[in-house]
C-alpha cells in the first residue's frame, strides 16, 4: 500500500485512521492522519501499485500523460476552489503597495481508477501565494511570480507523490 501522493515530507508519515471512530466522507474514504495537505482521504483498501500510467483531468482545462483510459491508468482529477485575490485594484499616480499576499485558493486533487471512475483517495489543501521573506510589492512581474510559486510548489509535491508509488 502507498499513500505517498498524499503526503510528501512528513517525517511521522501519512496513516490512516481506523476502528469505529475512524472518520468517513460520504463516498466511502477514510480520513488519512499526518498528511502534508490540509485534508486527505483515501479507500482503506488501497493499492496503487496496480496503476502504471496517468491522466491528468483539470475542471475546464484537460492536459494528459495517457490519452485513454486503461486498466493500469490512474485519473487525477485537479480543481481550485474558493480563490480570494489580494491585490487590491490600480491607482492611478506613483503610490507603492505591498501586501503579505496575492491570493489564495484550495486545491481539490481526486484520483480514480480510469476505467470505473472509483474514488481511491481525495486531497484538499488550501494555500496563500505568498513571500516567506516578507510583503510583496504590488505590480503585475510579483504578482504573477508568486501565483507560479503556488502552482509549482503544488506541482512538485502531486510529481514527488506519484512518483513514490512507483
Excluded: C
Excluded at 106 to 121: G, M, N, Q, W
Excluded at 147 to 159: E, I
Amino acid at each position: 500500500m502507498s499513500i505517498g501522493v498524499l503526503s510528501v515530507g512528513r517525517t511521522s508519515g501519512p496513516t490512516i485512521q481506523t476502528g469505529p471512530d475512524a472518520e468517513m466522507t460520504f463516498d466511502g474514504l477514510t480520513r488519512v492522519d499526518n498528511s502534508e495537505s490540509d485534508l486527505a482521504w483515501v479507500r482503506a483498501d488501497i493499492d496503487l501499485g496496480y496503476y502504471h500510467k496517468v491522466i491528468l483531468e483539470g475542471t475546464g482545462v484537460e492536459f494528459g500523460l495517457v490519452d485513454d483510459p486503461g486498466p493500469d491508468v490512474l485519473l487525477i482529477r485537479g480543481a481550485l476552489l474558493d480563490v480570494v485575490s489580494r491585490v487590491p485594484p490600480t491607482t492611478s499616480g506613483r503610490s507603492r503597495i505591498f501586501i503579505d499576499s496575492v491570493a489564495e485558493a484550495t486545491l481539490v486533487i481526486e484520483v480514480r481508477d480510469s476505467v470505473t471512475k472509483a474514488i481511491l483517495a481525495r486531497v484538499i489543501d488550501r494555500q496563500a501565494a505568498r513571500r516567506p521573506s516578507g510583503a510583496i510589492e504590488v505590480n503585475s512581474v510579483s504578482t504573477w511570480s508568486e501565483v507560479s510559486r503556488l502552482a509549482n510548489r503544488w506541482a512538485s509535491r502531486l510529481r514527488a507523490g506519484l512518483e513514490s508509488i512507483g
